[in-house]
């Protein structure tokens, strides 16, 4: 069974469907802007638990969503708070 994800506007889909990334957070004390996105873009923290990702459903609706998964079970799970 593949993970399937559930638009807000196309409904659930295959997750081949999307593209993903992490939201990372970059360190205050990386001040230059260059060095910011290249920490953004390329330095992840691929944790274990519960993490936010950003989805694009790329062959859907052409939307951003935010998502909360478990890592270690590709769970969707509420936000935490």
């Known amino acids: 069974m593949s ?8 409904g659930p889909r295959s997750v081949e ?4 990334g ?3 957070v970059v360190p205050d004390a990386i001040a230059d802007p260059d ?3 290249v920490d ?3 330095m ?3 944790e274990h638990g519960v993490v ?3 989805w694009f ?3 859907g609706c052409r939307r951003w969503v935010t998502l909360w998964r478990d890592s270690r079970t590709d769970e969707w799970v509420e936000p935490p708070g």
């Open 52 to 54: 936010r990702e950003a």
């Open 40 to 42: 953004r873009g390329y």
């Open 17 to 20: 469907e999307w593209v993903h």
């Open 22 to 24: 992490e939201i990372p």
């Open 3 to 10: 993970l399937r994800i559930r638009c807000p506007h196309c």
């Open 57 to 59: 459903h790329l062959s």
């Open 44 to 46: 992840h923290t691929n």
């Open 35 to 37: 060095a910011r996105d």
